[in-house]
Every structure is written in structure tokens, then in C-alpha cells.
């Protein structure tokens, strides 16, 4: 019930004003990813979609949250400038390197990792990046998988068990629009494999 919604770009947004000299723990960013996105395809990209997570400096710079914590998908370790609504291949992971620079010179220890959700309980199998920057000198530490093969570990969640089967809905294949043909080969390819 305390929740504030702001309901406009993130840019419009002043951390001071909202935080109104209230200190901030935990700042979570997960800007859009489809514009890093292998299963975009070739499409050409918006780079000031792909430029959303240097919003995170702002807010790093005005009010200095202890912990910050991005996620995304793997390739935006590859994000770069943009001509002509493509990334450039030659400046591969340029700009991802200049974002985690600032947040060094901001004071803040950063590291990451790819995780698989599946690791630690959630029912899918993607793998994203997560991005951790501290500048209240604890070190940073990413938990152990508590899921997976071994007497160890608990046993994979399966999508199939979060789903109510009684809910009746249109197949993906009776859609007014077909599914692009990269789609329907991963769906061909899930459907062989499992």
C-alpha cells in the first residue's frame, strides 16, 4: 500500500525528489532488453532503448544507493555504439565497459554473473545476467544454485507446474498472426528434445 507508481519515462524522474532525503538500500534496474536480445534477430535496434540503463548512473550519482542490482539479458556484456540501427561489431562491449567504469569512479565495487534461473528454483531455463555494484564495502556475493542434478540440489521446476491446465486458450498455432519462423524452429527444437 505504500508503493509509488510513476507512470513516465525514467529520464522525467528526479531521485532526489523522490527519495526526499531518504537513504536508498536496494536500487533493482532491469531496463528493456530486446534491444540486446539474441532472439530479436536482425532487426535494427533503437540505441535509446539500448542507452535506458545509464539511467542507473543518475540515480547512483544523486543518492547513492548502498546496493545496486541490474539484470538483463547475457548480451548487454556486448552493448556498444549504434550506426544505422545496428550495434557495431568492432565496438563490441565498448559501452558495457564505459557503464561499469562510471560505476567504479562512482565509488561502487562492481561484479556479475550469468545465472540460470532454474538454478535456484524458478521453472525456466534462461540465462541472464546480473549485474551487482556496492559501495557500502561489503563484498558481493552471489548465492550457491539450490537447484539441479545431484543428491545435493533439489530437483528442476518445471513450467508444466506452475500452469492451470483447466484454463481453456488458443493454441499458438491458431493465431491470427503466424509465429516468425525462428520461433516455430526453437518450438520444433523444445519439442525434440523434451
Known amino acids: 500500500p505504500y508503493t509509488r507508481h510513476y507512470c513516465e519515462s525514467v529520464w522525467d524522474i528526479d531521485p532526489v525528489q523522490v527519495c526526499a532525503g531518504r537513504s536508498v538500500d536496494i536500487l533493482w534496474a532491469s531496463p528493456d532488453c530486446k534491444h540486446f536480445s539474441k532472439a530479436k534477430g536482425g532487426k535494427p535496434v533503437d ?9 542507473v548512473l543518475r540515480w547512483a550519482a544523486k543518492v547513492r544507493p548502498r546496493i545496486i542490482f541490474l539484470e538483463n539479458v547475457e548480451e548487454f556484456q556486448t552493448w556498444c555504439p549504434v550506426r544505422h540501427g545496428k550495434p557495431v561489431p568492432s565496438k563490441k562491449g565498448e559501452t558495457c565497459r564505459k557503464f561499469v567504469g ?3 569512479d562512482l565509488g561502487y565495487v562492481v561484479d556479475w554473473r550469468e ?14 545476467l546480473y549485474l551487482v555494484a556496492r559501495c557500502d564495502g561489503e563484498r558481493i556475493v552471489f548465492p550457491e544454485p539450490t537447484h539441479g542434478y545431484g543428491f545435493d540440489k533439489k530437483p528442476f521446476k518445471t513450467a508444466a507446474e506452475c500452469i492451470d491446465w483447466s484454463v481453456p486458450c488458443l493454441s499458438i498455432f491458431d493465431r491470427k498472426k503466424p509465429l516468425c519462423e525462428a520461433t516455430m524452429r ?8 523434451y
Open 47 to 55: 540505441k535509446k532503448i539500448r542507452g535506458l540503463a545509464w539511467v
Open 102 to 104: 562510471q560505476l567504479e
Open 115 to 128: 545465472l540460470r534461473a532454474c538454478d535456484y528454483g524458478a521453472p525456466t531455463s534462461r540465462k541472464r
Open 186 to 193: 526453437r518450438i520444433a527444437k523444445g519439442m525434440v528434445k
